[in-house]
């Protein structure tokens, strides 16, 4: 009976032979780490860039967004839980879908950039990376939503084929990653920093929730640390929480309490600070920095009106505005 | 007396009903514990539809 240590994610899980994985879907099969869900995603939808949410990357286009069950961190509030508080033998459908498959149809739905979202793609890097690689060849882009709950080797290796990544920060402070997640501050923090450091195109969302994250104090510090360790290009998505899963005690975070944390953020010196599950709020559209001139306009998920210029400035004073905007 | 009472139709009604009652709360306790086939249904991605409206975050 050999058993194996999983140097993935911060858990460092040591599994018995049979056994899992504390995100249920990384076993020791005879001695050998393996991916169950590899090649076997169960969600696999058509959905725009807006929505994962990358607002600074080719607005307006649409992403082949995929996710296997499992997940390495278990957020009381979780919205997906359904996919990522199982292992993939306990979902109702799983399509086959080996990495090319994937590039392939991507490609013939017309999409010009692959999401691995909705679960956590830590736990399904074998598949995420394979996809990537060919995904790379045929030109097109590997976008990440991730809780970025992962070592610092894999990840690193994982940004050579990843274009951007939206990273859950979910507070600054390690004792609610531990008593709502499961998992801690540190790690993400330092994921944070490795993608800055690694070139991949970074936005950053923080899910409000009231009395456990909400505290203007806290949400000033985050802000001062994205600034400082990240830059005041990066754009911060204060989102709305609604009660899910496991945290229905709690009510929807009022939209006066997004609007004064994204007052804290920007005084911070973040220049770009959304707000987000509130359809219609002034906050979804970006503003240049330097004169206000309303530039990308959104009403929900999308985009109804682009002013930028074609390399990514402000028509009216020539601002350039950071991002990968084609 | 007592065994013409069992014999008696009222009595014969009330023990088969104490049996079926028996019988649903024995399946209810042993139904949830059974081992059932459940696996996953497996599709092929031509058999995807992309464009399906969904609530999944991200």
């Given at each position: 009976m050999t058993a194996v240590a999983c140097e993935l994610c911060p858990r460092r899980c040591v599994i018995p032979e049979g056994g899992a994985g504390d995100c249920r879907i990384r076993v020791n099969l005879g001695g050998k780490l393996?991916?169950?869900?590899?090649g076997r995603p169960s969600a696999i939808h058509i959905d725009p860039m807006e929505k994962k949410p990358l607002f600074h990357f080719h607005p307006g286009t649409s992403v082949f967004s995929i996710a296997t069950a499992g997940c390495n961190l278990h957020c009381l509030n979780c919205?997906?839980?359904?996919?990522?508080?199982?292992?993939g033998e306990e979902m109702e459908q799983i399509y086959r879908a080996d990495p090319p498959e994937v590039v392939k149809a991507a490609k013939e739905q017309g999409c010009k950039s692959l999401a691995y979202t909705y679960s956590d793609p830590v736990v399904f890097y074998e598949?995420?990376?394979?996809?990537?690689?060919?995904?790379?060849?045929?030109?097109?882009?590997?976008?990440?939503?991730?809780?970025?709950?992962?070592?610092?080797?894999?990840?690193?290796?994982?940004?050579?084929?990843?274009?951007?990544?939206?990273?859950?920060?979910?507070?600054?402070?390690?004792?609610?990653?531990r008593r709502v997640t499961g998992a801690t501050l540190q790690p993400v923090l330092?994921?944070?920093?490795?993608?800055?450091?690694?070139?991949?195109?970074?936005?950053?969302t923080n899910l409000v929730i009231p009395t456990l994250n909400d505290d203007l104090a806290m949400i000033r510090?985050?802000?001062?640390?994205?600034?400082?360790?990240?830059?005041?290009?990066?754009?911060?998505?204060?989102?709305?929480?609604?009660?899910?899963?496991?945290?229905?005690?709690?009510?929807?975070?009022p939209a006066e309490a997004l609007d004064r944390a994204r007052r804290e953020a920007l005084d911070a010196g973040l220049r770009y600070?959304?707000?987000?599950?509130?359809?219609?709020?002034?906050?979804?559209?970006?503003?240049?920095?330097?004169?206000?001139?309303?530039?990308?306009?959104?009403v929900g998920f999308m985009v109804v009106e682009n002013k930028l210029t074609a390399d990514g400035r402000c028509?009216?004073?020539?601002?350039?505005?950071?991002?990968?905007?084609? | 007396m007592k065994t013409e009472h069992i014999r008696s139709g009222k009595g014969l009604r009330r023990r088969r009903f104490l049996a079926l009652l028996g019988g649903i709360g024995a399946a209810g306790v042993a139904y949830p514990v059974l081992p059932r086939d459940r696996r996953p249904r497996e599709l092929s991605l031509r058999e995807a539809d992309f464009y399906r409206p969904h609530d999944l975050a991200g």
């Amino acid at each position: 009976m050999t058993a194996v240590a999983c140097e993935l994610c911060p858990r460092r899980c040591v599994i018995p032979e049979g056994g899992a994985g504390d995100c249920r879907i990384r076993v020791n099969l005879g001695g050998k780490l393996r991916a169950t869900t590899y090649g076997r995603p169960s969600a696999i939808h058509i959905d725009p860039m807006e929505k994962k949410p990358l607002f600074h990357f080719h607005p307006g286009t649409s992403v082949f967004s995929i996710a296997t069950a499992g997940c390495n961190l278990h957020c009381l509030n979780c919205q997906n839980w359904q996919l990522s508080q199982r292992g993939g033998e306990e979902m109702e459908q799983i399509y086959r879908a080996d990495p090319p498959e994937v590039v392939k149809a991507a490609k013939e739905q017309g999409c010009k950039s692959l999401a691995y979202t909705y679960s956590d793609p830590v736990v399904f890097y074998e598949y995420v990376y394979d996809t990537s690689a060919i995904a790379r060849r045929e030109g097109l882009n590997n976008t990440y939503h991730t809780a970025g709950y992962i070592n610092p080797k894999p990840l690193r290796r994982l940004c050579g084929l990843l274009d951007a990544s939206n990273t859950d920060l979910k507070a600054f402070d390690d004792g609610f990653y531990r008593r709502v997640t499961g998992a801690t501050l540190q790690p993400v923090l330092d994921a944070l920093v490795t993608l800055r450091e690694e070139g991949v195109w970074l936005e950053v969302t923080n899910l409000v929730i009231p009395t456990l994250n909400d505290d203007l104090a806290m949400i000033r510090r985050m802000a001062s640390w994205m600034r400082d360790e990240l830059g005041p290009d990066t754009p911060l998505h204060l989102s709305r929480f609604q009660p899910q899963y496991r945290m229905r005690n709690l009510p929807p975070t009022p939209a006066e309490a997004l609007d004064r944390a994204r007052r804290e953020a920007l005084d911070a010196g973040l220049r770009y600070v959304y707000i987000g599950n509130v359809p219609g709020h002034e906050a979804n559209s970006t503003y240049c920095p330097t004169d206000g001139t309303l530039l990308i306009r959104r009403v929900g998920f999308m985009v109804v009106e682009n002013k930028l210029t074609a390399d990514g400035r402000c028509p009216t004073c020539n601002q350039k505005i950071p991002g990968v905007w084609k | 007396m007592k065994t013409e009472h069992i014999r008696s139709g009222k009595g014969l009604r009330r023990r088969r009903f104490l049996a079926l009652l028996g019988g649903i709360g024995a399946a209810g306790v042993a139904y949830p514990v059974l081992p059932r086939d459940r696996r996953p249904r497996e599709l092929s991605l031509r058999e995807a539809d992309f464009y399906r409206p969904h609530d999944l975050a991200g």
